[in-house]
């Protein structure tokens, strides 16, 4: 700003080297300059002669010719190939060269080489010290140094400095914002303050993103609740064997509820926190049976029922939702749940120890098979899927029971994508449901429409610590095409 006082900065270039600055910094001290208004610029370009890395290296350390010289200088006669051999980049060339400006000479009988001049002018290095320092030169001697690939020619940029509209010899920072310092003394008045610049970009807000799951399970929740289905209750991670296992009429023989099957918890490892006549009924049911049910025919076990575990299935919450609905005046409804379960499986690329379930069930009278197979119908088809086949299964607490598959077209072949069935009298009956009320459910994973929806093939990229935060920030938003 001072040197602009007094007139004009023809070339940022000279005005550098002459102020000892580094360019590129005097450019960046000018932006900023030029930025505030207190200079203007124009950009200008001209023809520089540089120095190539080969040609820096000569300068340093001298041209072949004269390392060559040199070193059989101070070591005596040499072999040609020792010469090479110490000098491996340049001894080739700086051998040719000497020998051509009779620096040295070779005994023809013992193949020794010396020197044959007392001292020499490294003409090559002066040469480049010339061009490197703009002094002057023949223009036949800087075509040579570029034909050895030593010089080049480099259009450089560089600016012509004016005052600019704002211009000041001293530069005083403009503030950004009105502090409380200043709106108390009143120094406010005679600040001066940036403009706003009203077309520039905000900074991006950084906030929390939402996780794969979660989208899909928002797609999942809206869809159930436009068929009118009712979200329950499933906070209970933690559920008694009773709950979990024995109101669904699973003997408590079964293989599901072994330690290898199912997480028992150590503390609290049991509860009671079970209506006792409710709790006779199911007792019963497995003993002797009921509603031409000849039961499980064996000991039931209070104590066993009573044992903690994480819930290996939503369908505990259905059970407890279907005791309240008993206990409370029957009327028909349509319930489904969207949480977490457990089980104890073989960590792979499909298969976690912990997951989640999406489980709908109906509630009311006079429902059959076919009912069950138009509602999945109709949930599978507002997530897409139209190419359904159903295929009979086994489930503990559910006769008849069917297994779900729906062509994948990408993988050209059928995926089993849930299961279903019609719950049991031997479920409903002790809760106190009326004889004609029939109970239809379904359930699947929330993982696996996911893994499909977002292309993964591995279940822990999706889920669990190996998941990158980059993915949960940068995947895009989950929406199902109706079929």
């Known amino acids: 700003l001072g040197e602009l006082e007094s007139g004009v900065i023809e070339n940022s270039l000279e005005f550098a080297k002459a102020k000892g600055f580094d360019h590129s910094e005097l450019v960046g001290v000018i932006n900023s300059l030029g930025a505030d208004g207190f200079v203007v610029t124009e950009t200008m370009k001209k023809q520089e002669r540089v120095l190539t890395e080969e040609g820096e290296a000569y300068l340093s350390q001298g041209s072949p010719e004269a390392q060559v010289f040199y070193l059989v200088k101070e070591t005596g006669p ?15 060339i700086g051998f040719a060269k000497c020998m051509q400006n009779k620096w040295i000479s070779m005994d023809k009988a013992t193949k020794q080489v010396s020197t044959s001049a007392e001292e020499i002018t490294d003409q090559t290095k002066e040469l480049l010290r010339s061009i490197a320092s703009s002094e002057e030169y023949k223009e036949n001697e800087f075509k040579e140094m570029k034909k050895r690939k030593l010089v080049k020619e ?32 009143g120094s406010w008045k005679t600040t001066q303050f940036k ?11 950084e906030g929390g993103h939402l996780h794969p799951l979660l989208k899909v399970r928002a797609q999942m929740r809206t869809i159930l609740l436009d068929m009118g289905f009712q979200e329950m209750p499933t906070n209970n991670w933690v559920e008694s064997a009773f709950w979990n296992f024995d109101t669904l009429f699973q003997p408590q023989s079964h293989p599901a509820r072994d330690a290898h099957d ?16 409710y709790c006779e009924s199911v007792k019963e049911m497995h003993e002797v049976g009921g509603c031409d049910s000849i039961g499980w025919r064996y000991n039931w076990s209070k104590e066993e029922a009573c044992k903690n575990l994480l819930r290996t299935h939503t369908t505990a919450v259905s059970s407890r939702m279907l005791y309240q609905l008993a206990q409370e005046g029957f009327e028909p409804k349509k319930y489904f749940s969207i949480d977490r379960v457990f089980r104890n499986e073989n960590l792979d690329q499909t298969h976690l120890a912990e997951f989640h379930q999406i489980e709908g069930l109906i509630a009311d009278k006079g429902l059959g098979l076919a009912d069950l197979m138009g509602v999945i119908s109709e949930f599978f088809r507002r997530l897409g899927i139209t190419n359904l086949k159903f295929k009979p299964a086994y489930n503990p607490y559910t006769e008849p029971s069917m297994e779900i598959f729906g062509y994948h077209p990408i993988l050209k072949s059928w995926t089993e994508i849930g299961n279903s069935g019609v719950f049991r ?27 499909i929806q977002y292309n993964i093939k591995n279940i822990r990229d999706l889920f669990g610590h190996k998941i990158g935060i980059d993915d949960i920030r940068d995947n895009p938003i989950c929406v199902f095409k109706e079929g």
């Open 78 to 92: 040499l072999a040609q190939q020792e010469i090479v051999s110490r000098l491996p980049q340049v001894g080739k």
């Open 154 to 185: 480099v259009e450089r940029a560089y600016f012509k400095v004016q005052k600019g509209p704002d211009y000041a010899p001293v530069r005083v920072k403009a503030s950004a914002d009105v502090t409380a310092e200043m709106l108390a003394s």
């Open 195 to 205: 403009e706003y610049n009203f077309n520039a970009q905000g900074k991006l807000p």
């Open 262 to 277: 199912t997480f028992f918890v150590k503390n609290p490892q049991l509860s009671e926190n079970f209506p006792p006549e």
């Open 425 to 451: 009298p031997e479920m409903l009956r002790p809760m106190g449901l009326p004889e004609d009320v029939s109970v239809i459910a379904w359930g699947l994973s929330l993982e696996r429409p996911t893994m």
